[in-house]
C-alpha cells in the first residue's frame, strides 16, 4: 500500500471552505493546509505545496476532480516501470462517463482562435482541424506521447518537477501546463498519457463562463507566444 500525504492550498476562499479543511486536518494527520490571504494563482500555488514536499511522486489535482477507486497504484507502477517518463495523466471522463478530450498537440494561435472564438455555427467546418488538435486521431484508448498534458490532473517525479523550478509563476491561470510540459520535455523526460485509469472531471470551464476568465485566457495565450514563439498555424 503506497504511502501519501495530502497538501490543500486554500487561495482565499470566500465560503465555508477553510473551516471544513480544517475539521477534515484535525481527523486525518496525513492532510495538511496552507491558507493564503489572497488568489496567489495555480501556478504560484502550486509552487507553494511542491516547496514543502519530499517525496518520490507528487500528485497536481484539481477540486473538481473525482476519484472513484485506487488509481495511484496503476500510476505509480507504470512510472517505476518508465523512468523515462516524468509526468503522465489519466483518462478524464465526464461526470455521464463519456471522454474529455484533454489531450492537446503544442498551441497555435489558430487553434485557440477555432476553440475560443470561432461562432458555434462555423464549427463543423472546422472539425477534422479541432480534432487534430485534441489528439483524437490518435484516439483515447492507448498510451502515448502527449505534448500539452493537463493540469487538471498530473501524476509528476518530484524531483523533475523541483529541477525545473515548478510552474512558471507569470501564468496567474491557464497555459501554465502547457508551458510545464515542454519544460519537463526539455528537461529529458515524457509526459504521457495513461489510460488504464481514469478521473472524473467537473469542468469549471472559468474562461467560458465570464470575461474575467477570458481575459486571463488571452493574457495568458499571449504570455506563452511571448516565451515559446508565436506559431500561428
Not at 472546422?126 to 484508448?141: H, Q, S, T, V
Request: aromatic share 16%.
Amino acid at each position: 500500500m503506497l504511502a501519501t500525504n495530502a497538501v490543500v492550498c486554500d487561495n482565499r476562499s470566500r465560503d465555508v471552505t477553510r473551516s471544513i479543511l480544517d475539521a477534515y486536518a484535525k481527523r486525518y494527520s496525513a492532510l495538511s493546509c496552507i491558507y493564503k490571504e489572497s488568489n496567489a494563482g495555480f501556478a504560484r500555488a502550486h509552487n507553494q505545496l511542491l516547496a514543502t514536499v519530499h517525496s518520490r511522486y507528487h500528485i497536481i489535482c484539481n477540486p473538481d476532480i473525482l476519484i472513484s477507486n485506487n488509481i495511484f497504484t496503476p500510476m505509480f507502477e507504470f512510472m517505476e516501470n518508465n523512468p523515462q517518463i516524468g509526468v503522465c495523466c489519466p483518462k478524464f471522463l465526464n461526470p455521464d462517463g463519456s471522454v474529455q478530450f484533454l489531450n492537446r498537440r503544442v498551441p497555435n494561435v489558430f487553434d485557440l482562435f477555432l476553440r475560443r472564438l470561432l461562432p458555434k455555427v462555423l464549427k463543423p467546418y472546422f472539425k477534422k482541424r479541432l480534432a487534430l488538435y485534441e489528439m483524437r486521431d490518435i484516439g483515447y484508448d492507448k498510451s502515448y506521447d502527449v505534448p500539452f498534458v493537463s493540469g487538471a490532473f498530473m501524476f509528476c517525479r518530484t524531483h523533475v518537477l523541483k529541477e525545473i523550478g515548478g510552474f512558471d509563476e507569470r501564468f496567474f491561470l491557464y497555459f501554465e501546463d502547457a508551458d510545464l510540459s515542454r519544460r519537463v520535455q526539455n528537461h529529458g523526460y515524457r509526459t504521457v498519457y495513461f489510460p488504464d485509469v481514469s478521473v472524473i472531471h467537473l469542468w469549471e470551464r472559468l474562461a467560458h463562463k465570464n470575461l474575467m476568465g477570458s481575459w486571463i485566457f488571452i493574457k495568458s495565450a499571449y504570455r506563452y507566444f511571448r516565451k515559446w514563439g508565436w506559431t500561428w498555424w
